[in-house]
């Protein structure tokens, strides 16, 4: 199994633009999520999806859109970046049977 | 949502015993407590998790008092390559929301030669 995997691993965007973060897994695990690093910071939850069809709100939404139209993949769209959403994006999976989630490598995002 | 406190950071030697407190006075009857631990540049990764009393797992062990307002993370005989964030978490189970759980800063262990 590969496991959780995100894609681009780096990314630099212009202020204003719009791009989309990919990840996907293989365990076929229902929760899914993203979450967003500042340096120096602990993770804050961005979205999160309990199944195919089915999303919802974290900490700190704004600015980004996401869907979940199968299991295995969990897009995070930026709109319209901001210099403020320069960070680190990790997705994550856990089967809900506890609070064990399996983390990707991570999405280093710069909005210059 | 239950928040935790934890101490910065901590520094310990090559071989010693860490032992990470965790508080959290408003944890609620159906949270449990996890912790992960980053390395950098990495994703965080599940260390241990419990409801009360102790847990051991081949990584490290878990203490959670009675009245389950603190819990204590123990990683026996450390190694520089324990160096790592670690992170106190309190929520529901995932299935009753606990995606929602807060990663606080999390603790700096910094192990010496």
Sequence with gaps: NAGVTQTPKFQVLKTGQSM??????????????????DPGMGLRLIHYSVGAGITDQGEVPNGYNVSRS??????????????????????????????????????RLTVL | LAKTTQPISMDSYEGQ???ITCSHNNIATNDYITWYQQ???????FIIQGYKTKVTNEVASLFIPADRKSSTLS????????????????????????FKTIFGAGTRLFVKA
């Design chain 1, 20 to 37: 989309t973060l990919q990840c996907a897994q293989d365990m076929n695990h229902e929760y899914m999520s993203w979450y967003r690093q």
């Design chain 2, 75 to 98: 990683l026996p005989r450390v190694s520089l390559s324990d160096t790592a964030v670690y992170y106190c978490l309190v929520g529901d189970d995932i299935a009753t929301g606990g």
């Design chain 1, 70 to 107: 199968t299991t295995e993949d969990f897009p995070l769209r930026l709109l319209s970046a901001a210099p403020s959403q320069t960070s680190v994006y990790f997705c994550a999976s856990g089967t809900g049977l506890n609070n064990e989630q399996f983390f990707g490598p991570g999405t």
């Design chain 2, 17 to 19: 015993e860490v032992n």
């Design chain 2, 39 to 45: 390395f950098p540049s990495q994703g965080p990764r």
